[in-house]
């Protein structure tokens, strides 16, 4: 992989994924903007965003096991959001949150980087359960190092598929598309990490 990661074999690899599971990943990704709809229309906004974060995770865990050929599902996917780590996601998540906000009171530019850097957070949250809540944001941002601008370079190189999404195509056909390349990202930053000179701590 070296040390920097092209974007067209992360969208092979995602186009991939959607393609063998296509209506489970356009399901997920309905009943997720369907929950949140709801629960957004219904709860105050304190409330929405810890769920927001939660979705998030349960989401990053479902395209990852996809990645691997696990067989799953959408209530595979909704039962991780009850499981045994639950506060710690939720607070992970939150956590990320705080960190964005605090950059943000400096300038938008940091905020940004900051949001980067915790790109991999709800990755780690979903598929490390013995990385607590605040170790999952510090070892996100030790993996982003030096990836950033290509997390970003490859989302703007989804512009195409968002407005066409906006103009005809449900976006529970494209975000699919996109959630994987993000999940496919997420697996190249974590093995970059695990095989350089710097070693993760042991999950």
């Known amino acids: 992989m070296g040390n920097t990661f092209d974007r067209i074999p992360i969208k092979e690899q995602a186009r991939g994924i959607v393609s063998a599971q296509r209506s489970v990943c356009a399901l997920a990704c309905l009943v997720l903007t369907l929950l949140s709809a709801l629960l957004g229309g219904l709860s105050a906004g304190v409330l929405m965003v810890l769920v927001s974060g939660l979705f998030q995770v349960a989401q990053s865990g479902f395209f990852l096991r996809l990645w691997r050929g696990e067989s799953v599902g959408v209530a595979d996917m909704l039962a991780s959001m009850a499981d045994d780590g639950f506060l710690r996601k939720v ?3 939150l956590w990320g ?3 964005v906000f ?5 300038l938008i530019v940091p905020s940004l980087m900051r949001a980067y850097s915790l790109a991999l957070t709800p990755y780690i949250l979903a598929d490390c359960p013995n990385v607590s809540a605040t170790q999952a944001s510090a070892l996100s941002a030790r993996m982003m190092y030096g990836h950033r601008m290509e997390l970003f370079i490859a989302q703007l190189s989804f512009f195409g598929w968002l407005l066409l999404c906006l103009l005809a195509l449900p976006a529970f056909f494209v975000l699919p598309y996109i959630l994987a390349a993000r999940a496919v990202f997420a697996r190249y930053a974590i093995h970059a990490y695990n095989t350089g000179l710097q070693r993760a701590p042991t999950y």
């Open 91 to 93: 607070g992970g998540m």
């Open 97 to 99: 949150q705080l960190q």
């Open 102 to 106: 605090l950059y943000s009171l400096l």
